[in-house]
């Protein structure tokens, strides 16, 4: 039982790490673009 959750947790971490990437990539752009209007 172990092995699986395991892998399971190493699934979720790697999604969310991609989710986090994309939303920093999101806010980098609407940083930029404020500082651009600023």
Do not use: I
């Amino acid at each position: 039982m172990l092995v699986p959750v395991w892998q399971m947790m190493q699934r979720l971490q790697r999604r969310v790490q991609a989710k986090d990437n994309s939303t920093v990539l999101l806010m980098s752009r609407v940083y930029k673009k404020t500082l651009a209007t600023d």
